[in-house]
């Protein structure tokens, strides 16, 4: 390559990304809600008198509800990740449109 080819970003590919990845975030949030939020509490008795009295549950408890928060929150990065593509794409759609203008008047200017 010898630089004068310039840089090309294919027509959609920035939106075609983020309309793949969207769905993603939306079941990484949903398995978090799905497979943790049943098992994230549990009584006071669910690891017998000793849980009841160390306080495992509660540890137990507050580290599944972390655990869920963390997981919903890699599904937003997910969304997040998809709403930066499209803004990329927004950007690239107004650069290119710039350099077309500058290029039909240096055009117009040259003739």
Not at 56 to 63: D, Q, T
């Amino acid at each position: 390559m010898d630089g004068t080819g310039g840089f090309h970003v294919g027509e959609d590919a920035y939106g075609s990304y983020a309309r793949a990845i969207d769905p993603l975030g939306d079941e990484v949030r949903g398995a978090a809600g799905k497979h943790l939020a049943p098992h994230s509490s549990i009584g006071g008795d669910g690891f017998g008198e000793v849980g009841d009295e160390s306080g495992l549950h509660e540890a137990y408890s507050s580290r599944m509800r972390g655990l869920q928060e963390r997981i919903q929150q890699a599904g937003g990065n997910w969304h997040g990740m998809a709403d930066a593509s499209r803004r990329t794409e927004g950007n690239y759609a107004a650069v290119e449109d710039d350099h077309k203008r500058v290029l039909k008047t240096l055009g117009q200017d040259l003739a």
